[in-house]
């Protein structure tokens, strides 16, 4: 008898979470069936951080039971949308809402109202659990609202100048050339993303830190770079591909000594990126009071940007109303970090292998490249006298980039209607969205409908950024006067949202351009590459075969990647 109460305990827990379950799914069905839009009813809340741990496990498995593939095998798990495309938009409509126990999440294909979103920054705000891993070093311009996202805005803003255009330009172009040096003395290479990774590191880490290290490669054979800068590129990569236990449980908590050995690491690495950047930030704080030379990167123009405040206003106090404090630097500088490393080198990494299979692209490339450098040497070349002047480079590293970005953008930015309904309109009607929905862009559906690109949305085309008169527009003259790019930005309510849109467009844009031309520039002027073809295929196969795998391999873990990069074998040889 004494032991009845805890056989009760079990199932006394599996009626609430069936009943919690139930009441959550009916209350919320309830205001999503008021719009009057499509519904998909889901038992899991795709946001909860416990089910994004195990949702990809638990879909594949449900998978290989007959008769359990159905809308919860489709929608139930992170980055189905990269997988569907545009699809459940052209059977649904342009918008869909996903009725969960947790939620509500309106999934939008409508370039008219995303811009809509974007423009309405007051009435559509950044959902708090969405920005929550972004929060962990403190406040900063990718999770503050308001009058506070103004102040973190106009600031970091600033320090995305030309100054520090031109450090990650000379990084970039002395990063790639040690690269290129040692991809092409193998007779293959499988290691892009991880050889991407280290170079976007280090780009971060001068534009940032105003610190260069050499290259590394993959199997540690070229020059060895010292120990400080792998701590902190160790350190910022715990951190990112273990973000979900730190949300959870929050950084203090995560050095319990019962918790598994993965998540006290995880704590040192929040640590050791911790005292990196106070570092930095006590090195440059120091150099402006002696009145020193300072270098010109983010965190001297953070900390100029902040301590300048200070001096204007003769008080700490004004300079928390109007510079950024400590804690606030450092929280814009962990953001600086993610977005532009493991973004970037994910891009870099997709980009790198879509352009493998496309060796016309490569010769354009080169051809402009050496032709505006001529007899000057890349890593003697400037940002100022060069970046400018490559009118083909310049289109190509947006449609490049932009393509890339178009078919894999690396996460959506989601919105959410708050304490209150929110009206939208779509397709011509006003619809009322209920309180507390999370809206989400499906970047996915809107890079590829055919509505906004055409009968070849899903084909990397870099082309469709250029307009051109000339007869050939794949392969134009180098500088050619009728050759224009296609600046979605100029497009009113444009379906290209890679960098977000409106007021909160992404700051480094200009960063990441500067970043992928001095890529383009140490790859692509004396080399070209391809994919290393398989027994009884020719080159053409091998291109085909990859650009299937890169279409297969793409989904989400922390952002958008290539999941197995591994199996993207190139050769790179001499021009």
């Known amino acids: ?124 705000l950044r959902p708090p659990a969405a920005t929550e891993m972004l929060n962990v070093f ?59 990774r280290t170079v976007s590191l280090h780009v971060m880490s001068g534009a940032v830190f105003g610190k260069s290290y050499p290259f590394r490669g993959a199997d540690g054979t070229s020059p060895s770079s010292n120990e400080d800068s792998s701590s902190y590129g160790e350190a910022l990569r715990i951190i990112l591909d273990r973000c979900i236990p730190l949300v959870v449980l929050g950084r203090k ?27 930095a930030y006590e090195v440059e704080k120091q150099a402006m009071m002696r009145n020193d030379k300072l270098e010109n990167n983010l965190m001297t123009s953070l900390v100029r940007a902040s301590l300048a405040k200070v001096d204007e206003k003769g008080s700490t106090t004004a300079s928390r109303q109007e510079g950024l404090t400590e804690e606030e630097v450092y929280g814009n500088v962990f953001v600086f970090n993610f977005a532009g490393h493991d973004a970037t080198a994910n891009s ?18 080169a051809e402009e490249i050496n032709a505006v450098l001529a007899a000057v040497q890349s890593t003697e070349s400037s940002y100022e006298a060069t970046f400018p002047h490559l009118p083909r480079c310049l289109a190509v590293v947006p449609f490049y980039k932009f393509e890339t970005v178009r078919l894999y953008t690396a ?12 009206p939208l309109k779509l397709g011509g009607h006003d619809v009322l969205i209920p309180k507390n929905t999370v809206i989400i862009p499906n970047y996915s559906a809107l890079h590829t409908h055919p509505r906004y690109w055409g009968p070849n949305s899903l084909d990397f085309e870099p082309s469709r950024w250029i307009t051109s008169d000339a007869p050939n527009t794949q392969q134009p003259a180098p500088s ?7 600046d979605p930005a100029a497009t009113r309510n444009s379906p290209f949202v890679g960098w977000s849109g409106g007021a909160r467009s992404c700051p480094g844009r200009k960063f990441a ?37 890169i279409r297969r391999d793409t989904g989400m873990r922390l952002l958008l990647q290539m999941l197995h990069p591994e199996r993207a074998v190139l050769a790179w040889r001499k021009r």
Not at 150 to 165: L, P, Y
Not at 178 to 189: A, C, H
Not at 258 to 263: E, G, H, I, R, Y
Request: charged content about 20%.
């Open 513 to 549: 351009q500067v970043e992928f031309v001095g890529v383009l520039v140490g790859l692509f002027r004396d080399f070209r590459v391809k994919p290393v073809p398989r027994r009884g295929e020719d080159d053409g196969m091998a291109r085909r075969r990859l650009l299937q795998q």
């Open 480 to 486: 050619h006067p009728t050759e224009h790019f296609k």
């Open 138 to 196: 403190g406040p900063n311009v990718g999770t503050t609202d308001g009058t506070q996202w103004q102040r973190h805005r106009r600031i970091t803003a600033s320090s995305f100048n030309e100054h520090v255009n031109q450090r990650v330009w000379v990084e970039s172009i002395l990063q790639t050339t040690s690269l290129i040096r040692y991809w092409s003395s193998k007779p293959s290479i499988n290691s892009v993303a991880t050889d991407t």
């Open 253 to 279: 908590n995560l050095s319990r000594s019962w918790l598994p050995k993965s998540f006290r690491e995880l704590y040192q690495a929040t640590l050791v990126f911790q005292q990196h950047m106070t570092d």
């Open 411 to 422: 996460v959506a930015i989601a919105k959410s209607t708050g304490p209150k309904p929110q």
């Open 1 to 124: 008898m004494p032991y009845f109460p805890l056989v009760l305990v079990p199932l006394a827990v599996a009626l609430s979470t069936v009943f919690y379950v139930l009441y959550g799914l009916l209350v919320n069905y309830k205001a999503a069936r008021e719009t009057g839009l499509p519904l998909i009813v889901l038992p899991v809340d795709c946001g909860n951080p416990l089910w994004l741990i195990v949702d990809r496990k638990i879909v594949q498995f449900m998978r290989r039971i007959p008769f359990c593939s159905g809308t919860f095998t489709r929608f139930n798990w992170r980055g189905w949308e990269i997988w569907d495309r545009y699809r459940a938009h052209e059977e649904l409509g342009d918008a869909i809402l996903l009725v969960t126990p947790g939620k509500n999440y309106l999934q939008l294909c409508n370039a008219d109202a995303v811009s809509d979103i974007f423009q309405r920054r007051a009435d559509f």
């Open 348 to 365: 870099l990494a997709i980009g790198i292998c879509l352009l493998a299979t496309r060796p016309d692209i490569q010769d354009w490339i």
